[in-house]
Nanobody
Framework: VQLVESGGGLVQAGDSLRLSCTAS????????MAWFRQSPGKERDFVGG????????TYADSVRGRFTISRDNANNTVYLQMNDLKPEDTAVYFCAGRPESWTGLITRRSAYEDWGQGTQVTVSS
């Protein structure tokens, strides 16, 4: 599955952004989808994930209550709604996918086979 992220940009602290991740090839219907982020010099960290049928979502502690993941399988798109953004949210954001039938810790990069190219989010104070 080819994934393409969009929606990043430069915002001020307290603002909101919505990122999109669309499958340009293939389908997301049976995929567990996740968002990761990476700041310069740091590891790529798990932000949150959503099951194929949107039954369950999970979030990193740092974003829980501010970020929301949703998906529209009919349009092969996953979203990351980010509210009350903070300077420490500045990073390149990546979407990732894997067949939902796979096992493996969902917070690990190695658990995903499909990745987008990333979109930059910069939050100024």
């Amino acid at each position: 599955v080819q994934l393409v992220e969009s929606g990043g940009g430069l915002v001020q602290a307290g603002d909101s952004l919505r990122l999109s991740c669309t499958a340009s090839e293939g389908t997301l219907t049976d995929q567990y989808m996740a968002w990761f982020r990476q700041s310069p010099g740091k590891e790529r960290d798990f932000v949150g994930g959503i099951t194929a049928a949107s039954t369950y979502t999970t979030y990193a502690d740092s974003v829980r209550g501010r970020f929301t993941i949703s998906r529209d399988n009919a349009n092969n798109t996953v979203y990351l709604q980010m509210n009350d953004l903070k300077p420490e949210d500045t990073a390149v954001y990546f979407c990732a996918g894997r067949p939902e039938s796979w096992t493996g810790l969902i917070t690990r990069r190695s658990a995903y086979e499909d990745w987008g190219q990333g979109t930059q989010v910069t939050v100024s104070s």
